[in-house]
């Protein structure tokens, strides 16, 4: 089924109609739970469970992933050298939907997701949580000002000493350094 997808050049949102399911939301959800019930680890199911997580598709596929779902990162124990699609298709262009980015930092800040039992979904809440919110001068809605304010505020406010340094310092994704991260001084 998901070869098939594939091949007939899926839009990967979430309301893409899709064989044999009502929507492309549902078939995800589907084949969540099927992973989480059966995958075992598979790096194959990884990869096909990662096709949604790419940047092309819909943000709400990432927010399900790191909201409903966050038991599957226990799973996702995939080395950066076996990932079947770019890693920066996962990283560009970053991330502006402010309930994905809030889902990435719930993630991380209540430790469901950590860096040495999943390094590539930490890595990407980390990528983006960076670029968005400590890069440059970030853009956002007026509307998205307090949420904004509230995630700046709950990154400086972390305990977790290693995550605040994460999210503060990270550089850029180098598959050579610890969790796939480099660390600017």
Do not use: W
């Amino acid at each position: 089924m998901l070869k098939t997808l594939l091949r007939s050049g899926i839009r990967c949102q979430i309301s893409d109609r899709v064989p044999y399911f009502e929507t492309c939301g549902d078939f995800f959800a589907r084949f969540v739970d099927q992973f989480e019930s059966v995958s075992y680890g598979n790096k194959l199911f990884i990869n096909y469970l990662l096709v949604f997580l790419q940047m092309k598709c819909s943000p709400l596929f990432k927010t399900k992933m790191f909201t409903e779902f966050v038991t599957t990162f226990r799973i996702i124990r995939l080395p950066f050298e076996e990932i079947s699609i770019p890693m920066n298709d996962f990283l560009m262009p970053i991330e502006s939907d402010c309930q994905t980015l809030e889902a990435y930092l719930k993630a991380l800040l209540c430790g469901a997701l950590q860096p040495k039992e999943s390094p590539i979904m930490y890595l990407i809440a980390v990528h983006h949580l960076n670029h968005r919110l400590f890069r440059g001068k970030p853009e956002f809605s007026p509307k998205d000002k307090p949420i904004f304010d509230r995630l700046i505020r709950s990154v400086h406010n972390s305990k977790n000493d290693l995550l605040r340094q994460h999210l503060l310092r990270y550089s850029h994704f180098d598959p050579k350094q610890p969790y796939g991260m480099a660390i600017s001084a």
